[in-house]
């Protein structure tokens, strides 16, 4: 499980850095820095507001040094513009998971020889032995209505 989780970390890194947002996608504005700092924030515009004009993500950097800021605006901008893209396409995986699962026909299998029962809305595999007493099949149609959301273990 750690490796998975590190190897998911890997590649979103190596996706972040890989990925160039086209120069008209992203306006930046500079300004005068806000808070203390005296003469130097007074005079010098360091702090840096980079938009992505598709989906209007905002980045603001207020630090010392205008290119640093430009650099550290655009790489934050890029990360919440992946973030954003992970998020529209994992609730596109769960609706066409959704969809699946609403059209399919077979609901459970019950592998006697194995000794397993397998429900495929969720996935998961029971022992046969614990299905098949008293109150085994009622847990495991409550798991999968669980699992899609139909009901809480509160309203029980």
């Known amino acids: 499980m750690v490796d998975s989780w590190y190897n998911a970390a890997n590649e ?4 972040r ?5 086209p120069k008209s996608e992203i306006k930046i504005t500079v300004s005068r820095g806000k808070g203390p700092g005296g003469q130097h924030k ?4 360091s702090r840096v507001r980079a938009v992505h004009i598709p989906t209007g993500i905002e980045v603001v950097i207020d630090g010392r040094h205008q290119g640093r800021n430009k650099k550290v605006a ?3 901008l890029v990360t919440r513009v992946l973030a954003l893209r992970e998020e ?6 769960k609706e066409c998971r959704n969809k699946k699962i609403r059209a ?4 459970r299998t019950y592998n006697l020889h194995r000794g397993v029962v397998k ?3 969720t996935g998961k595999e029971y022992k ?9 099949l009622q847990q495991i149609i409550l798991d999968g209505q669980m699992d899609r959301g139909i009901c809480d273990e509160s309203a029980l």
């Open 17 to 21: 850095k890989t990925m160039k947002l």
């Open 42 to 45: 007074n005079k010098t515009s």
């Open 119 to 121: 429900d495929h809305r």
């Open 104 to 107: 399919m026909k077979t609901v």
């Open 12 to 15: 979103r890194t190596r996706e």
């Open 128 to 136: 046969a032995g614990d299905v098949l007493k008293k109150d085994g």
């Open 88 to 93: 529209i396409r994992a609730a596109a995986k």
């Open 74 to 76: 655009i790489r934050e």
